[in-house]
């Protein structure tokens, strides 16, 4: 095993940020349960440990906490957030509710450096995200930074090696966070930047053998990264025991049954079955315009095809997945923590409770750019690693309202002039993801002197590294008018184009 941080989840969506901050500087991290026995932690032995945040208060009833003997293990702690205020209450500080609670950017002023701080600018702007805050120190402890709100912004036992911070120093937003999470690996840990994706490839190879044994898996393939990693892996852990099925839907992007087949065919040796089953998915959304409805459905009927392709295929034992972290975040609090539900996601809140076959998800624990760094190590081509995003539901949740084949057949073909044009002009690697999305509004339009009444169609495209933030690309304006000019001039049923600057958060990137 390599030298390990042990991040203790309490819920926070941003604790796998956390976890990847530590992965991005070569040191091996674990995300584990708050309430995590000390028996486990020790078996495994960490150089350090994390607190992550987390929307409760410590003063709430059942408030989660790690079991106190952590801080006899004679390790280095980092509290973040929610962590600071807990381990500053369970050492014998004291923690209240802020006068001003504390949420988005501030000023950071630094009092004194020690080991965590050290080489940073006396100001900094950090995200802040909290309503309690500490107001006194446990014994031992000294003050490191302040902001407007809080005189304990980080504190510091440095005769324990006791770290707290009350902002977030692992989402981007955070000036120099990355340099503080490093301080904590590298000053205070020594850990040595000894891991990497090919440790992990190992890792979760090993992982697979150990779990699947010689049972048979079933992964269904899309031809996205996700599910064309999540292949490419699985197939190196246990061969032809992996049969990949492609199911094509009905909500699928203009010739993308025929693109997966060539693409599985060149990078991803195994065996691909391809299911048609557009009438089945369609029939089952008639007249269904809630998105959730619309997810929970597609869910539903993605494993109920399985089920079928099980009966044909024999005895098989494991459902395989391309799910990423993001998709967990945003679907279901992750070991039972409080984290809040943000939406559905096809390869987490739409399976039903009782599933037939088990659960692989081998990039549970990943985010977007790690998994195509995982791709290279499986030796992948760039072509296939760098498309963007497509989500599970695909169309159906691009298509806003009610699903038609003629709708859909007016977003593919709008969809399909978009990517055309951003990979002309060069910017579709500059972009985390770029779509259109149908509109359930018609507009007035004239066309050679005669009056319209056709569809919507909004372009969206984001740039992100992580898909947890996202901000609005700023297109050029040669671009915008040539994509408009084409879906409007091309697309049958579309007359009105529309640009969407709206940025994550508050914003989804996806409109459903």
Known sequence: MPQTIIVLDFGSQYTQVIA?????????????????????????????????????????????????????????ILGICYGLQLMGSMLGGEVKKSQLREYGRGKLTILKKGLLLKNLPKQLTVWNSHGDCLVSLPKGFKTLAKTENSNYASIENSDKKFYGIQFHPEVEHSEKGVEIIRNFLFTVCKCKADWGMDDFT?????????????????????????????????????????????????????????????????HIPGKLKVVLAGNLFLSKLKGVTDPEKKRKIIGKTFIEVFDAEVKKLGKVDYLAQGTLYPDVIESVPIEGNPASLIKSHHNVGGLPKKMKLALLEPLRELFKDEVRNLGRSLGLSEYVLMRHPFPGPGLGVRVIGSLTSKNLKVLREADAIFIDELNSSGWYHKLWQAFCVFLPVKSVGVMGDERTYENVISLRAVTSSDAMTADWAQLPDKLLRKVSNRIINEVKGANRVVYDISSKPPSTIEWE
Do not use: M, W
């Not at 349960?33 to 078996?43: A, E, L, M, S, V």
């Not at 945040?53 to 906490?65: E, L, M």
């Open 20 to 76: 990847r901050r530590i992965r991005e500087a070569n040191v091996y991290s674990k995300v584990l349960p708050f309430n995590t026995g000390i028996n486990q932690i020790k078996k495994i032995n960490p150089v350090g440990i994390v607190l992550s945040g987390g929307p409760a208060s410590v003063h709430s009833k059942g408030a989660p906490k790690p079991k106190k003997e952590i801080f006899n293990l004679g390790i280095p």
């Open 202 to 266: 190992i890792s979760a190879v090993n992982e697979i053998k150990s779990k699947v044994g010689a049972k048979k898996v079933i992964l269904g393939l899309s031809g996205g990264v996700d599910s064309s990693v999540a292949a490419a892996l699985i197939h190196r852990a246990i061969g032809n025991q992996l049969t990949c099925i492609f199911v094509d839907n009905g909500l699928l992007r203009l010739n993308e049954r025929e693109q997966v087949k060539e693409l599985f065919k060149q």
